[in-house]
């Protein structure tokens, strides 16, 4: 919901970051090391080290913005970069609830872990079926500021950190917080269904 508005002020951020570290490394050199840094985060979750976690958690989240500023600014970019980023950040989204799922003594949290997945497994499809078809249909977005087209809903990549945020720093609510992610994440699912109803 807040990606677009955001993007402005993310690129000030990290572009001059994003020149430097291109000399060194390629954009899917940095996607790797940010999976690589998201997996080491859920481990740490998974054993008990929460605080660590956040810090990779976080590292992990200004890692995956570098990949797609590097691509830009050293005129790298591609659609199998930003196809290889999203696969990443996928896999980070599941491993990360599970590993919290397995480690929290809270009753119910694996179950609120599987309705969140499921949840995110819909809206997964709501966007990317309907990216497709925009896409087929030549109208994609000029507001875009991912490799598709991406229809707006209420969750997105910056609400995304600030849950996964929330569960490192709140692990008593860590249910209520599954839940209520993936109640918004239905909602912006809905969303895009009820835009496809009106506009396909």
Sequence with gaps: MFDILLRPLKDKLLNPFARALGRLFSPAAVTLI????????????????????????????????????????????SDLGGYIDIMADFLIYAALPIAFALQSPAEG??????????????????WMYLAALLEKRGRASSREVTAVTMPEGLIGGTETVVFFTLFFLLPQFLVLLFYLMAALTLIAAAQRLIWAVKKL
């Design 34 to 77: 940010a999976l690589l840094i998201g997996a080491a985060s859920a481990a740490a979750v998974f054993y008990g080290y929460l605080g660590t976690g956040l810090i990779l958690w976080l590292l992990n989240r200004i890692t995956d913005g570098l990949d797609g500023a590097v691509a830009r600014v050293t005129g790298n970019s």
């Design 109 to 126: 949290a694996l179950i609120a872990a599987a309705v969140l997945l499921a949840a995110f497994y819909i809206n997964a499809g709501a």
